[in-house]
């Protein structure tokens, strides 16, 4: 597995490194435990704007957690990292500053076991592209990660969204071409793998430092995280509830 990538310096490579630009650097880290209000156990995982970097650490989970409340939903997000401010009543998360989609496949059976989700929402391959990582076959390896997840957790349900836009030209071709792929991958996988169309409900103005969301954008993705979930109605809940319920139609 590639070394991971510094929480304190994800430096990009090839010539946007050397430019000086960065992704994922650290993001202010949670004094105590994420809370959880005891529900379904749901795994936010990724890269750096899953962790949700500057200036907004907790990021789009952050409302995320205020409308799934708010609309009467019991929720656990899980993961082994925690950030976020007060307002984040659970601050656990899988999000990895840095990381590309291979580094998350390389650890994702342990974070599994550990975790246990019912449902994972899935963003990553902004790191992939930013780093010149193989990009032709970053798709692949997202197939592939989402199949080595489906393995661990059959009875998941993942959601898959495509990556914001980015303000380098550059790479938002890499962007547009990586996230063209993605409704193929999910159109190959069972009916637990749903896409998430993340990349439409931004722009470049919501982007902080031309690559990740300011405030405003993060809440920008919050809603259509949850009106994804809320789509599918299973994903909300925790599986042996879904299992009764399941038994009690039959």
């Known amino acids: 597995m590639p070394a ?3 929480r304190r310096t994800a430096i990009l490579g090839g010539s946007l490194a ?36 500057t200036p907004y650490p907790g990021g789009y989970r952050v ?8 609309g009467g939903y019991t929720v656990d997000f899980v993961g082994s990292q925690t950030n976020g401010p007060a307002e984040l ?5 899988e999000g990895h500053p840095g990381w590309r989609i291979d580094q998350l ?52 349900i993942i959601f898959v ?22 409704p193929s991958i999910i159109a190959q996988k069972d009916s637990r793998v749903r896409l998430v169309k993340m990349y439409d409900s931004l722009t470049t103005a919501d982007l902080a430092d031309g690559i990740h969301p300011t405030k405003a954008g ?16 299973s994903s909300l809940v925790p599986l042996h509830a879904a299992n009764g319920l399941a038994a009690a139609r039959t």
């Open 4 to 6: 991971p990538v510094s």
């Open 18 to 53: 050397a430019a000086g630009i960065l992704l994922g650097s650290a993001s202010a880290s949670a004094a105590v435990p994420g809370q959880s209000n005891g529900g379904v156990r749901i795994m936010p995982l990724g890269d750096s704007i899953t962790d949700g970097y």
């Open 63 to 70: 409302k995320l957690w205020q409308l799934l409340t708010a």
């Open 89 to 93: 009543g659970d601050r656990d998360h």
């Open 105 to 156: 496949d390389a650890n994702i059976g342990t974070w599994l076991g550990q975790s246990d989700p019912r449902t994972i929402m899935l963003l990553i391959g902004t790191n992939d592209l930013n780093q010149n990582y193989d990009i032709a076959n970053a798709p692949t390896r997202l197939s592939g990660l989402i199949d080595h997840i489906r393995a661990i957790k059959p009875q998941s």
């Open 161 to 182: 969204a495509t990556i914001p836009p980015q303000s380098n030209a550059t790479l938002e071709s890499r962007v547009r071409a990586y996230n063209a792929a993605i």
């Open 218 to 233: 993060y809440e920008k993705m919050a809603p259509v995280w949850y009106n994804a979930l809320r789509s599918v109605r």
